[in-house]
């Protein structure tokens, strides 16, 4: 058993998610965040890689009241859980993650991850360990659904979609294209890691929306299973 996956990205006209420097830029504006908002508010978590954390600090918090106050009619949390995967724990003891908001926060960790690293986070989020050396996936979504979470959002980065795409586990992707060029051969994409070798193991999508939007358009992906 394991949450429905549902990935969210936006990627420039070439496929980046951000410059060479991971430094994070904008690709869409003010309506795609909102769409994005309302898809967070619909999840009972939200999850990024460790790169992600460090490259962009970001909150992953519900932005619109009203959405928090219709969460909270339903007997949600305010905000879902916030998820880090996170091999070494390493994310900052001062991340925002960590402090903007209520709610509970998880920090998935290696078995290599240091004890000192560990200690400095316990007091701000909930320690899973799952895997010897990285994160085990899979293991950490199975533990994720025993918690009772059901629907999970993936923000990213590449890396850490790669390993979601490549494990099997993700039912959705929505990417908004923007009508910028980033560039740059080692600018993160929506699927970084290894690659593929074999046509047979490429994930094969299903289109089920194609929508402009802003200067740029929404694709609704789901994956073939
Ligand atoms: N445009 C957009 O929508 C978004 C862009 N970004 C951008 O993505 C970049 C960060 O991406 P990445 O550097 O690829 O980092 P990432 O956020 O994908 O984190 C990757 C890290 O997760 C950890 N990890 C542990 N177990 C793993 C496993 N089994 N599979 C995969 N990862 C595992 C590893 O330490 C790995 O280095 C930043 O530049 C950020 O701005 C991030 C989110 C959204
Ligand atoms: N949907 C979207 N459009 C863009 O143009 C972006 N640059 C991003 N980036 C990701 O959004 C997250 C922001 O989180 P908070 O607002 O701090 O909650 C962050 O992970 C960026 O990488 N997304």
């Known amino acids: ?6 990935v969210n990205v936006a990627v420039s006209a070439d496929g980046k998610l951000s410059t060479r420097e991971r430094r994070q830029v904008k690709i869409s504006g003010k309506e795609d965040f909102d769409r994005v908002d309302e898809i967070k508010a619909g999840c009972d978590a939200i999850m990024v890689g460790i790169g ?10 519900i932005k619109s009241a009203d959405r928090i106050a219709e969460r909270v009619r339903n007997g949600k ?12 724990a390493r994310t900052p003891p001062d991340a925002k993650i960590l402090h903007k908001g209520p709610g509970l926060r998880i920090i998935a ?8 690293n560990i ?6 989020a909930e320690i899973i360990q799952a895997g010897e050396v990285t994160v085990d996936l899979p293991v950490l979504l199975t533990k994720l659904a025993e918690k009772g979470i059901k629907r999970l959002m993936v923000e ?14 993700v039912d959705e992707l929505t990417m908004f ?15 970084d890691g290894t690659g593929y070798v074999l046509e047979s193991d490429f994930p094969v999508l299903e289109r089920m929306d194609v929508i402009p939007m802003e ?9 073939r299973k």
């Open 1 to 6: 058993m394991r949450p429905y996956v549902i």
């Open 52 to 61: 992600t954390v460090l490259a962009d600090d970001p909150s992953l918090t």
């Open 77 to 88: 949390p305010e905000h879902p859980v916030r998820i880090v995967v996170d091999s070494q």
């Open 109 to 116: 960790v290696s078995l290599a991850a240091p004890e000192e």
């Open 119 to 124: 200690s400095a986070l316990k007091n701000h």
């Open 156 to 169: 990213g980065g590449g890396t850490l979609i790669w390993g979601m795409l490549s494990a099997g586990l």
């Open 177 to 191: 294209v923007g009508n910028i060029i980033i560039g740059g051969k080692d600018a993160p994409t929506l699927a």
């Open 215 to 223: 200067e740029g358009v929404l694709i609704h992906w789901k994956v």
